[in-house]
């Protein structure tokens, strides 16, 4: 089956700092790539949407500057937290959306990346 | 604004009682209804698509349900292995291929 690769899976970071996080798909093209962030015991929230070789769409209220998304190929995608403060500490999840010739292929979820910034 | 509720927030079931979890649902037209499963420090494990009300799914000691407002997760005798958190989410028309997820049910089954 699918299968989202998602690196690291954990991170201890200092204030100040940039962190990346990468989401493979590691045995089909991701037409469509999605970036959440999840508080303890909170829901999953979008954070942003990218699509290969476009711009990010993110969500009211997300920092664009400070959330970089780069989706330069079908099968890989970042997510770089600038100059990280403690409220940034959370856990990072991606998702992988395949879809062509009129067919869904559904969502394959990274197992997500738990950044601490002290 | 698409919306989704689940409920319980947690549930703690002995080992073969049977329940079901309730996602009710706002969406502007229904793109699907997804049900998956997260086990703390990972991401969600894709469980079933729903699309049309009426539809059912199973698997193994899962049954999913769909009506026009809702979806009930049900599990049949289950098994400490269950215990996770339950997550409902939609895809409505208007989101493109975002889905909005509720807050998830916390299943703890002990023997």
């Known amino acids: 089956g699918a299968v989202v690769s998602q690196h690291p899976s954990w991170v201890i970071c200092k204030s100040g700092t940039s962190v990346k996080i990468e989401c493979r798909s590691l045995?089909?093209?991701?037409?469509?790539m999605f970036w959440y962030r999840q508080f303890p015991k909170q829901s999953l929230m979008l954070m942003a949407t990218s699509n290969e070789g476009s711009k990010a769409t993110y969500e009211q209220g997300v920092e664009k500057d400070k959330f970089l998304i780069n989706h330069a190929s079908l099968t890989l995608s970042t997510l770089t937290v600038t100059s990280a403060h403690p409220e940034d500490s959370s856990f990072y999840i991606c998702?992988?959306?395949?879809?062509?010739?009129?067919?869904?292929?559904?969502?394959?979820f990274g197992s997500g990346t738990r950044l601490t910034v002290v | 604004e698409d919306q989704v509720t689940q409920s319980p927030e947690a549930l703690r079931l002995q080992e073969g009682e049977s329940s079901s979890l309730n996602c009710s649902y706002t969406v502007s037209g229904l793109r699907g209804l997804f049900w998956y499963r997260q086990d703390p420090g990972k991401g969600p494990e894709f469980l079933f698509t729903l699309y049309s009300a009426g539809e059912e799914k199973e698997k193994e000691r899962l049954k999913a349900t769909l009506t026009k407002k809702e979806s009930f997760l049900h599990i049949t005798a289950p098994k400490p292995e269950d215990s996770a958190t339950y997550l409902c989410?939609?895809?409505?028309?208007?989101?493109?291929?975002?889905?909005?997820f509720g807050k998830g049910t916390s299943l703890l089954v002990t023997p």
């Open positions: 998702s992988a959306h395949s879809s062509g010739q009129g067919l869904d292929y559904g969502y394959t």
């Open positions: 989410a939609v895809r409505g028309s208007n989101s493109g291929y975002a889905l909005n």
């Open positions: 045995d089909f093209q991701a037409t469509t």
